[in-house]
């Protein structure tokens, strides 16, 4: 069922004042279709089974009616309302909408509970009595087993995301808190995806549920043609570049994660050729809106930038948006590819990602509901036809527009003195002013992780950068290995490839750089010796980054890092 929403208040749907006022402080004006359709379900105490999407806000679609609901007159200070979330972060972001939604409730206590937390404390907090339990389905369990968590009086039950709890494995264990729940407690399922597996536990364990389906609009716009690239054997800068050589490019947006990130990616950008300038929150407004102008005049076509400085931007001629690095949450995604498609023309998304990226790539399909399409790197081929073309053009435009007389001459005189060939003449010409970007480059070979000769190939394929753009791979070094902030705290690691493996330092950072998306400024002194090999990494590296490069090929070997404690 869909109703219109838009007429209804917080008041309409009889929720009570301490809830209102709560709503009011939270700067909810009106509920939000799903929450406007399940309110009234929830409040009449009957299951509710509600296909909508994160953002929708379906939190508060069932967290208000069941605060409303709950009974706080009696002495019981046992759970009433317990959600089961796939994640620990899910089940935080759960508790703190209940508790602030409740926040002008007295005696009312919510607690999150999930694996990886100390058990001790989560006893003592539910010994203290609670009545709202959120948490993970694994430790709500084993609760429940211990005795620590009693549900006799519980009255309500909500799967959040029950397909994501599906996906990641935790059926098993939602079918058995469900069936250690009381008979009569009112039961709730939400969840974007409606498999084979959720229908049965609906036809399983709620009682004619009153559905709620909300139809988000296409969260992305049909008319953005969405990529990803996975990037590997070169930089995302090196990437990036290829890609601008190759699309047909108007105005491009680049986001990235950190306002350092603008400058660093721009002057990249710049370094290869491009019209690229930074924009982001430590520049005046004035200064950010002169660079937007820039843009919309096309005296500029590139702008890197973050989350926060692109809100609200509106250039028609944007014709790509640039996923440098995946933004925080889905939320972002969306708004950062709104900033092209815009006024009905077709726009351009891209995102660079790293392997280890992939995963949160699936999970904003999921979102978005909308494939991804991965992209191949732009071919030298591609790149190649591309730099004739262009080069033919200009030639082209010499011959048309300039005065040619002087040069004409010149090479008359040139062809007499040499005895050149006029084919030979032209051919010199070419190759000289085919300037910094050479007119035909060779392949990048990138093998698969798993593939043995990985090593070798990288190193070959490094080797061919490094010749291609020598001077720009020199620019990027010193502006980014050299200025790693001094006072960055190392830490010291070895890893099992040395100089026996034929390895050189620049294999060991650009493995690093790329397969652990380590900024390459950030990984410090390397020394090589025969059978392994050590490399400094910021001591606040994470672990899972650790856990993730000790399987990362080098030289034919896995790098198998850990803490030096020779
Ligand atoms: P959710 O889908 O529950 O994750 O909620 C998405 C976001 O919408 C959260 O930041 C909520 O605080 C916010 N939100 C929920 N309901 C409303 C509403 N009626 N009006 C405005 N924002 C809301």
């Known amino acids: 069922m869909t109703t219109d929403s838009e007429q209804l208040s917080f008041h309409d749907l009889g929720l009570n004042d301490k809830l209102l006022a709560a709503i009011e402080g939270m700067g909810y004006q009106t509920p939000t279709p799903i929450q406007a359709n399940t309110i009234p379900y929830v409040l009449q105490g009957r299951d509710v089974l509600g296909q909508a999407q994160t953002g929708t806000g379906k939190t508060a679609a069932f967290a208000l009616p069941l605060l409303h609901n709950m009974d706080l007159s009696g002495k019981e200070q046992l759970p009433q309302v317990l959600v089961l979330t796939p994640t620990r972060e899910l089940a935080i972001q759960v508790a703190e909408s209940f508790e602030n939604l409740s926040k002008n409730i007295t005696k009312l206590d919510v607690i999150s509970i999930y694996g990886g937390q100390e058990y001790g404390r989560q006893i003592q907090a539910l010994r203290r009595g609670v009545q709202v339990v959120v948490g993970t389905a694994g430790r709500i369990m084993d609760h429940m087993r211990k005795g620590t968590l009693k549900l006799d009086a519980l009255k309500a039950l909500v799967l959040d995301e029950a397909d994501e709890m599906l996906r990641m494995g935790f059926i098993d264990d939602v079918k058995w808190?469900?069936?250690?729940?009381?008979?009569?407690?009112?039961?709730l399922l939400f969840s974007a995806t409606m498999p084979r597996d959720i229908i049965g536990i609906v036809n399983e364990y709620l009682r004619e549920p009153c559905k709620v389906q909300i139809k988000t609009k296409t969260a992305t716009a049909k008319t953005v043609h969405q990529r990803f690239l996975v990037?590997?054997?070169?930089s995302k800068l090196d990437a990036?570049?290829?890609i601008l050589e190759v699309e047909d490019t108007d105005g491009v947006m680049v986001f990235v994660k950190t306002k350092t990130s603008t400058m660093e990616v721009a002057d990249g950008l710049?370094?290869?050729?491009?019209?690229?300038?930074?924009?982001?929150?430590?520049?005046q407004q004035n200064q950010r809106e002169h660079i937007i102008d820039q843009l919309k005049s096309s005296k500029i076509n590139i702008l890197v930038a973050t989350d926060v400085v692109a809100r609200g931007l509106d250039v028609e001629r944007i014709s790509h948006v640039i996923n440098y690095d995946l933004p925080q949450d889905n939320e972002a995604y969306i708004h950062r590819i709104g900033r092209t498609g815009r006024a009905g023309r077709e726009g351009d998304a891209i995102s660079l990602i790293y392997i280890k990226d992939m995963r949160q790539l699936r999970m904003l399909e999921r979102v978005i509901r909308h494939t991804i399409e991965e992209m191949q790197l732009p071919s030298a081929t591609a790149i190649i036809e591309k730099r004739v073309a262009r080069?033919?053009?200009?030639?082209a435009e010499v011959i048309r527009h300039k005065d040619l007389s002087k040069f004409k001459a010149l090479m008359q005189d040139f062809q007499v003195e040499y005895g050149a060939e006029t084919e030979d003449m032209l051919a010199a010409l070419a190759l000289l002013a085919q300037g910094d970007k050479k007119l035909f480059i060779k392949e990048i070979q990138v093998q698969d992780q798993r593939n043995e000769r990985r090593g070798r190939d990288d190193q070959d394929a490094r080797g061919l950068r490094g010749k291609r753009t020598e001077r720009d791979q020199r620019g990027f070094r010193s502006q980014n290995r050299g200025e790693r902030d001094l006072d960055m705290s190392m830490r010291t690691y070895r890893i099992e490839v040395g100089r026996n493996d034929g390895i050189e330092p620049r294999n060991i950072v650009g493995a690093i750089a790329n397969e652990a998306g380590i900024n390459s400024r950030h990984i410090g002194h390397i020394k090589l010796f025969d059978k392994f090999s050590t490399v400094d990494l910021p001591a606040d590296t994470p672990k899972q980054v650790i856990e993730h490069l000790k399987k990362v090929w080098v030289g034919g070997k896995k790098l198998d890092i850990k803490e030096d404690g020779r």
């Open 177 to 187: 808190v469900l069936s250690h729940t009381p008979e009569a407690c009112q039961r």
């Open 270 to 283: 710049k370094a290869r050729g491009h019209l690229a300038v930074a924009i982001n929150g430590d520049m």
């Open 231 to 234: 990037v590997k054997g070169l």
């Open 240 to 242: 990036l570049d290829r």
């Open 391 to 395: 080069f033919k053009h200009e030639v």
